[in-house]
């Protein structure tokens, strides 16, 4: 049995500070911590939030997510040192970036890749230049250096050993100018998931991420908009459709068996969109369950 401990990342840098750095709190608030047994790591504050596009990358906030970054893997690192399962509580979804960053100094590892978008923006094509609509792309080395190569280690993880499923935005991304997927990248749409079903859909997927490329294991990325907009409607960007609450602790509990999975995050989700709280003691009981039916708790 793996002894988990949260991260708290409570980073809004590539978004915008309209409620997502709440939660940690919310996820906490709701038992999180007690339902899995897990301890408490610490908190990682990002710094002062700049709304002023940068010039030079096009992107919001490049030297403060480079930065956080850099302390965020330091964290990650410390608990993968433990011999604990890392979980960290986001912010927005530039905190995969220090997630990645940890496993990339020890290493070749994969990505599970669980988003409603696709998330491969360059910032020409991103119209507020937030790295929350381009962390997947610069994790795979496309984008700014100061972001798609930290500590001179870019690529994070390579297109081959990324999964991306159960994203839903083919549409709004062309329209948009965002860069196609690479080929290498093995892309489950929501579709195809529901074409599969979940549970075959979490197989294929933890298959290709075991198999011949990264043995040391992969990273399981959450935002919470993966998720039906008519069950999770507490997020900033909202898109028709999405994996119910059942099909997504299935697909977390296929990629949490086998030992394959390091760590795990939780990005997107927005407390003030969620007045009673209703909706994070859902995400709470699921991620519980999704562990406990693993032997992780």
Do not use: K
Not at 22 to 38: D, V
Not at 65 to 81: E, K
């Amino acid at each position: 049995m793996r002894n988990l401990a949260i991260i708290e990342a409570p980073s809004v840098l590539g978004l915008r500070p309209t409620g997502v750095e709440e939660l940690p709190e919310a996820l906490l608030g709701a038992g999180l911590a007690e339902g899995l047994g897990a301890v408490r790591a610490g908190r990682v504050e990002p710094p002062a939030y700049d709304p002023e596009r940068d010039a030079e990358t096009g992107v919001l906030n490049p030297d403060g997510i480079a930065g956080y970054s850099v302390a965020l893997a330091d964290a990650v690192g410390g608990v993968l040192d433990d011999g604990r399962f890392p979980l960290v509580l986001g912010g927005d979804c530039s905190v995969l970036l220090g997630n990645l960053l940890a496993l990339r100094r020890r290493g070749r590892h994969g990505l599970l890749f669980l988003d409603g978008h696709t998330d491969f923006y360059q910032p020409p094509a991103e119209p507020a230049g937030q790295v929350a609509s381009m962390e997947l792309a610069l994790a795979t080395g496309r984008g700014p250096r100061l972001l798609a190569d930290l500590e001179g280690r870019g690529p994070l993880v390579r297109d081959e050993d990324v999964v991306a499923l159960g994203f839903r935005d083919a549409e709004e991304s062309a329209a948009y100018g965002m860069q196609p997927l690479p080929p290498a990248l093995h892309a489950l749409e929501l579709d195809t998931v529901r074409a599969l079903g979940a549970g075959e859909a979490a197989r294929r997927a933890v298959g290709l991420l075991t198999g011949d490329g990264a043995g040391g294991g992969y990273w399981i990325h959450l935002d919470a908009d993966v998720l039906d907009d008519a069950v999770m409607p507490a997020v900033d960007y909202r898109l028709p459709g999405g994996l119910s609450w059942q099909e997504l602790e299935t697909v977390l509990r296929g990629a949490l068996s086998g030992g394959g999975a390091v760590g795990l995050d939780v990005a997107i989700f927005n407390p003030r969109l969620d007045p009673g709280g209703a909706i994070a003691q859902r995400l709470s009981d699921c991620l519980v369950r999704a562990f406990d039916r693993n032997g992780q708790g």
